[in-house]
Structures are given as structure tokens and as C-alpha cells.
Nanobody, 119 residues
Framework: VQLQASGGGLVQAGGSLRLSCVYS????????MGWYRQAPGKQRELVAN???????NYVDSVKGRFTISRDNTKNTVYLQMSSLSPEDTAVYYC??????????????WGQGTVVTVSS
């Protein structure tokens, strides 16, 4: 599975951005997809994910501000981010949990896209 993320940029506090992640390859093996982020000097953290059934999960700090969605017709996962704050500044990574066989799962990562929020 290959992942291509885009949509990062510079935005002022309170603004919005939409990240996109196009997936390709053995997409039928994808179990769930998500967005992670890594701020300078911090560990990578899960921001949001969405499973095959469309069930979503968010880290508390983005609940009510970010929305993850998946368009299977376009093989794309989106992260709509609003009410951005400088604390959201990070490199955002697209992730896919790939399950090629029963009981086997592994992570696939896209390249990061940089989000910078100015105060």
C-alpha cells in the first residue's frame, strides 16, 4: 500500500486546512487509516483514525475541531482541520493499518506534510 499525503501549509490561528491522503496498491488489505502528527521535540501521536466501517476516533485535543473522512471512490482519506492553534503545528503523517492475512497487521506510512499555525 502506498500513501501520498498533501495539503499542509502555513495558516493563521483560527484558520482551517484540509489534508488529503491518496492510497494505492493492495487497498483491499487496508484495515483502517489515520493521521498522526509529530511536533518538534515531541513523540508522534495519533490524531484521528477511521476503520472499514467508518467508525472514527480522535485524540481529545482535536475533538470538535478536526474531522476525518474517507472517500473510497477517490481512494482518499481527508483530515479537515478547523479552529487551528499554534499547538497544532506539526508534521502530519498518513497511516494505514494493513492486514494481509488473518492475525497479521502492520503499519504503512506516507511522507509527512507540514502544518504550521502562526499566532
Amino acid at each position: 500500500v502506498q500513501l501520498q499525503a498533501s495539503g499542509g501549509g502555513l495558516v493563521q490561528a483560527g484558520g482551517s486546512l484540509r489534508l488529503s491522503c491518496v492510497y494505492s496498491g493492495n487497498i483491499l488489505m487496508i484495515d483502517s487509516m489515520g493521521w498522526y502528527r509529530q511536533a518538534p521535540g515531541k513523540q508522534r501521536e495519533l490524531v484521528a483514525n477511521i476503520n472499514k466501517g467508518g467508525i472514527t476516533n480522535y485524540v481529545d485535543s482535536v475533538k470538535g475541531r478536526f474531522t476525518i473522512s474517507r472517500d473510497n471512490t477517490k481512494n482518499t482519506v481527508y483530515l479537515q482541520m478547523s479552529s487551528l492553534s499554534p499547538e497544532d503545528t506539526a508534521v502530519y503523517y498518513c497511516n494505514a493499518i494493513v492486514a494481509p492475512f488473518e492475525g497479521i497487521k502492520y503499519d504503512n506510512w506516507g511522507q509527512g506534510t507540514v502544518v504550521t499555525v502562526s499566532s
